[in-house]
């Protein structure tokens, strides 16, 4: 089979290669076994590759990025059949390593089935963004339980996929959300999208201004933010006491420093992860987000357009083409 894989981190243009791989073996108790037709390309992926996360390399060995795509059941191990899997059917999986390769070995858990009215190229769109949606939806109202009823929430980086789905979860749940986003070309794109969100860009010196009067001048409780840096500081004056910073990604080369403005108030900061799902999130909770990002994919689906679809052997432009400013849409590796 064919795979994209890396022996050492780096820039991905530098360190991805192409390779020629076996096959995964035939699968033991409770794994099946996935040809995989489609991954969406996450910042996250290009994390890994750049060594950005606490994931040793193998000693002799590669990685081969991508943990989450849509396939076709090809064999069923010992009992996995319980888990409703059978070969043959479309399926979407998350977390499961090597997806940037034609095949991978799964356990059947992480893997549900998608009904046939779901394309490939939306259904790939769903998890594990929703994912890290819902639990970003649920950490913000452990943290203040009436947050995005009286005053929104409020998404930095909000044309982003994961900010999008955070959007469309917190309407499906009647909660208010507004957004920042770093032009005016991102905001216009956002409006058009969503029409009745508050959405605001920074590149205008005066946001802060234009923020609280398009979210009605009281202190914002929850701030989402997948950016960190020094920009998080411009956020903190507008927060309120008791507020809460959820942290989820770091797109900005900068460490996040809590600001002494802060500090008369109470004002939490608290990182979100993905990874957490499997160990926090009880399987029945799990399979109610699977559940309704499936749910949200097929009742919204204009929210899920495609940028560009790439063949897995065309790895390198697919890259070059996440990373682009102002993209619309998301970038897809196929191998069907
Ligand atoms: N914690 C977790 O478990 C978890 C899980 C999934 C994703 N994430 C994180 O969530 C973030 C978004 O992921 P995604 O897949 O939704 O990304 P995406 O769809 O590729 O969108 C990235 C967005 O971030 C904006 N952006 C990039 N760099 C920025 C900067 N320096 N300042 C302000 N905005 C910036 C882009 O704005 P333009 O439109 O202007 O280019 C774009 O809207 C990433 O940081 C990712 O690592 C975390």
Do not use: C
């Amino acid at each position: 089979m064919k795979a994209i894989a890396f022996t050492r981190f780096g820039e991905p243009e530098k360190v991805l290669e192409l390779k020629t791989l076996p096959d995964p073996t035939p699968p033991g108790p409770g794994e099946v076994v996935i040809r995989v037709t489609k991954r969406q390309l996450h910042p996250g992926n290009l994390m890994m590759v750049r060594g950005k996360f606490n994931i040793p390399l193998p000693a002799h060995g590669f990685l081969i990025p991508g943990a989450d795509g849509a396939g076709i059941v090809e064999a069923v191990g010992e009992g996995a059949d319980s888990a409703h899997l059978q070969p043959g059917m479309r399926v979407i999986f998350n977390p499961s390593p090597g997806a940037w390769a034609e095949r991978l070995k799964a356990r059947a858990e992480f893997v549900t089935p998608i009904p046939d009215d779901l394309p490939d190229a939306i259904a790939v769109q769903m998890l594990p963004n929703a994912v890290i949606a819902f639990m970003l939806l649920r950490a913000a109202q452990r943290a203040v339980p009436d947050a995005g009823r009286e005053t929104p929430i409020l998404l930095n980086a909000a044309g982003s996929s994961v900010a999008r789905l955070v959007t469309i979860a917190a309407h499906r749940r009647g909660l208010k959300v507004a957004g920042t986003v770093r032009s005016a070309q991102g905001a216009k794109a956002l409006s058009d999208r969503f029409p009745d969100m508050p959405v605001v860009s920074t590149a205008d010196p005066d946001w802060p201004d234009h923020l609280r009067h398009a979210t009605g001048a009281q202190p914002l409780q929850v701030l989402m933010d997948p950016v960190g840096g020094a920009m998080v500081n411009d956020f903190v004056p507008l927060l309120g006491d008791g507020a809460a910073v959820l942290l989820y990604g770091a797109m900005s080369p900068e460490p996040v420093v809590y600001p002494l403005s802060a500090l008369p108030r109470e004002i939490m900061f608290t990182g979100v992860s993905s990874s957490r799902w499997m160990q926090d999130t009880t399987a029945v909770q799990r399979r109610e987000d699977v559940a309704e990002a499936i749910e949200i994919g097929r009742a919204a689906p204009e929210q899920f357009e495609v940028a560009a679809d790439y063949d897995l052997d065309q790895f390198a432009n697919a890259i070059e083409h996440m990373e682009r400013e102002n993209r619309q849409g998301s970038v897809l590796l196929s191998s069907d």
